[in-house]
């Protein structure tokens, strides 16, 4: 979604998606803490491989989705709804 559709959005609609975004942040932040608990594992045992470099594309996958969340926080930064 652009920013052209997000201005489009009512407050309230906006509001929403505030709260999904904050929520999907909170299950990346747990899903790339479990990932990097089977890396720091999987080095600890010395078996580097496909248990070490699974989780790191994982990881980069969900890392390189900003761009959304960025849009959707500059049109509420806009709105003076960020808080």
């Given at each position: 979604?652009?920013?052209?559709?997000?201005?489009?959005?009512?407050?309230?609609?906006?509001?929403?998606?505030?709260?999904?975004?904050?929520?999907?942040?909170?299950?990346?932040?747990?899903?790339?803490?479990f990932?990097?608990?089977?890396?720091?594992?999987?080095v600890?045992?010395?078996?580097?491989g496909?248990?070490?470099?699974?989780?790191?594309?994982?990881?980069?996958k969900?890392?390189h989705?900003?761009?959304r969340?960025?849009?959707?926080?500059k049109?509420?930064?806009?709105?003076?709804?960020?808080?």
């Amino acid at each position: 979604m652009d920013e052209q559709e997000l201005s489009r959005l009512s407050d309230d609609e906006f509001r929403a998606r505030r709260k999904e975004m904050k929520t999907a942040e909170i299950a990346h932040a747990v899903l790339i803490g479990f990932m990097v608990g089977i890396i720091v594992y999987s080095v600890a045992k010395n078996t580097w491989g496909l248990v070490t470099l699974i989780p790191l594309f994982f990881i980069f996958k969900v890392l390189h989705r900003p761009e959304r969340n960025r849009a959707l926080k500059k049109v509420l930064a806009e709105r003076g709804l960020d808080r």
